[in-house]
T-cell receptor, first 112, second 113 residues
Framework: SQQGEEDPQALSIQEGENATMNCSYKTSINNLQWYRQNSGRGLVHLILIRSNEREKHSGRLRVTLDTSKKSSSLLITASRAADTASYFCARRGGTSYGKLTFGQGTILTVHP | DTEVTQTPKHLVMGMTNKKSLKCEQHMGHRAMYWYKQKAKKPPELMFVYSYEKLSINESVPSRFSPECPNSSLLNLHLHALQPEDSALYLC????????????FGEGSRLTVL
C-alpha cells in the first residue's frame, strides 16, 4: 500500500500507562507527521519530524524516526482517558511537495 | 483566526441532486485540500489547490468538481453521486513556506441515498 502501515490497528490501555504506535512507509520522505482524530471529527496536527531528525518531543509525546527502516513511532506517556482517539501518521515526500499521505491509523482507547 | 470552517456539517442528497460543500479559512494559507474519509479508514487525498490553481487531482471522478474562487474559499461541487460516495469530506489548509502541517476543518458528513 502506498499509504503505509500502522500497528497496532487498535490499542487498549489503562490511564497512566504509555501507548506506543508504529508507522512504516515505503518511499522517501521529507518529513513525517502525526495527527489525532476524535471520532468523526477533523484531524489535529500533533508533531512533525524531519527526515534528518531521529527523535522529537512535545509535552507527553515522543516521536522517533528511522529512515533506514522506513519507520516511525509515536509514544504517548502517562495516557489519559481524553487521549482516546485515532492516530494517523502522514508522510510528505516524493516529487509532489503538496501531497500528504496518511497511514492506516491506530485506534487508541484509554480506560479510566 | 486559526480555524478552517466547513459547511454544511451534514448533507443528505439523492443521486440526481446537485449540491456543494464549502470550506473557508482566514489564516492566509495559499494551499487548500479536499480529503475523503470512509469509516475506520484514513483520509484519502482528492484535490490540492495552490495559489487558487488546481495542482493535484488524484484521479477523482468528474462527479466531484472542485473550485477555488479566492484564497480563502474552497468549494466541492457534487453531482450525480453514488451511494458509495457517502463519506466524511475533510477540508484542510497549509501555510506556504512552512513545514507542511495541515489545518483541518471538522468535515462535512455526506450521505447519498
Amino acid at each position: 500500500s502506498q499509504q503505509g502501515e500502522e500497528d497496532p490497528q487498535a490499542l487498549s490501555i489503562q490511564e497512566g500507562e504509555n501507548a506506543t504506535m508504529n508507522c512504516s512507509y515505503k518511499t522517501s520522505i521529507n518529513n513525517l507527521q502525526w495527527y489525532r482524530q476524535n471520532s468523526g471529527r477533523g484531524l489535529v496536527h500533533l508533531i512533525l519530524i524531519r527526515s534528518n531528525e531521529r527523535e522529537k518531543h512535545s509535552g507527553r509525546l515522543r516521536v522517533t524516526l528511522d529512515t533506514s527502516k522506513k519507520s516511525s513511532s509515536l509514544l504517548i506517556t502517562a495516557s489519559r482517558a481524553a487521549d482516546t482517539a485515532s492516530y494517523f501518521c502522514a508522510r510528505r515526500g516524493g516529487t509532489s511537495y503538496g501531497k500528504l499521505t496518511f497511514g492506516q491509523g491506530t485506534i487508541l482507547t484509554v480506560h479510566p | 483566526d486559526t480555524e478552517v470552517t466547513q459547511t454544511p456539517k451534514h448533507l443528505v442528497m439523492g443521486m440526481t441532486n446537485k449540491k456543494s460543500l464549502k470550506c473557508e479559512q482566514h489564516m492566509g494559507h495559499r494551499a487548500m485540500y479536499w480529503y475523503k474519509q470512509k469509516a475506520k479508514k484514513p483520509p484519502e487525498l482528492m484535490f490540492v489547490y495552490s495559489y487558487e490553481k488546481l495542482s493535484i487531482n488524484e484521479s477523482v471522478p468528474s462527479r466531484f468538481s472542485p473550485e477555488c474562487p479566492n484564497s480563502s474559499l474552497l468549494n466541492l461541487h457534487l453531482h450525480a453521486l453514488q451511494p458509495e460516495d457517502s463519506a466524511l469530506y475533510l477540508c484542510a489548509s497549509r501555510p506556504t513556506g512552512g513545514t507542511g502541517e495541515l489545518f483541518f476543518g471538522e468535515g462535512s458528513r455526506l450521505t447519498v441515498l
